[in-house]
């Protein structure tokens, strides 16, 4: 009992602090993306591939969240890409404070977009709001069709989900169509892409579309 009261107080003290990261952010008219999923599911792949784009037209700042080392943020930062790293030294998601502290660092005047890069997990993260506007789940159909129904949580919150490595189906024991079924049994309203790297070209066009096109409808443009 004493046990779910702390988790209980730790969730509403997370809430709090996330509260005050999303009035920060509406105050400053930045729209900010939480993206989740398992260890390798193509997160950073995609972020640097997509960074270049939304770069051409709006301001574009990343944090990313890793147990150990900076590989992630010096993967961003060849983009053009200011990245902080945070490193959580075990623990398996990032949470509101984490935050918190970063956007301290940041002269928020100049910024339109934060992605948070989340922890690899396809867990955790899912049960901390960090004050983002848009959960980004990215699953690659390397990890099996079944993912959706057998990590409900995070994929239930999600307002956009971005399959990878479809260029991998050909070699792999997947329905990409029973993949998505069972997000949408689980969420209708998640809006799904898929993205591909084929002969070295990553091909995620219609996420960056959508990306902008949220940023434009909070930012009122
Ligand atoms: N074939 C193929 N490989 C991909 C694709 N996207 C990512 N990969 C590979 O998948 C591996 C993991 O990619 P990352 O982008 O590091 O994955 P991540 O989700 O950021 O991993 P963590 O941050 O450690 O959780 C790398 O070797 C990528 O080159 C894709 O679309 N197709
Ligand atoms: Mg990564």
Do not use: W
């Not at 193509?42 to 640097?48: Q, R």
């Not at 029973?178 to 949408?184: E, G, L």
């Amino acid at each position: 009992m004493a046990r779910l009261d702390i988790k209980q107080d730790l969730k509403a003290l997370n809430n709090a602090i996330a509260a005050e990261n999303r009035e920060k952010f509406a105050s400053h008219n930045i729209y900010v993306i939480n993206v989740m999923g398992s260890p390798g599911a193509g997160k950073t792949t995609f972020l640097e591939n997509i960074l270049p784009e939304l770069s051409k037209h709006i301001q574009v700042v990343m944090i990313e969240g890793d147990l150990a080392t900076r590989n992630d943020a010096l993967r961003i930062e060849k983009t053009g890409v200011t990245a902080l790293q945070i490193n959580t030294n075990g623990g398996c998601h990032l949470d509101a404070k984490m935050i918190e502290n970063q956007i301290q660092k940041l002269n928020l005047n100049s910024i339109d977009l934060i992605i948070i890069e989340n922890v690899g997990n396809l867990v955790c993260p899912a049960s901390f709001d960090l004050g983002e506007d848009m959960r980004m789940v990215i699953v690659s159909v390397a990890e099996g069709e079944d993912k959706p129904i057998k990590y409900p949580i995070a994929f239930l919150e999600a307002n956009m989900v971005v399959i990878t490595k479809t260029d991998l189906l050909p070699y792999l024991d997947v329905d990409i169509n029973v993949m998505k079924k069972y997000i949408a049994d689980i969420n209708p309203e998640a809006a799904v892409f898929e993205t591909t790297k084929k002969d070295g070209v990553y091909k995620a066009d219609e996420v960056v579309e959508y990306i902008l096109e949220q940023v434009r409808k909070k930012k009122g443009k």
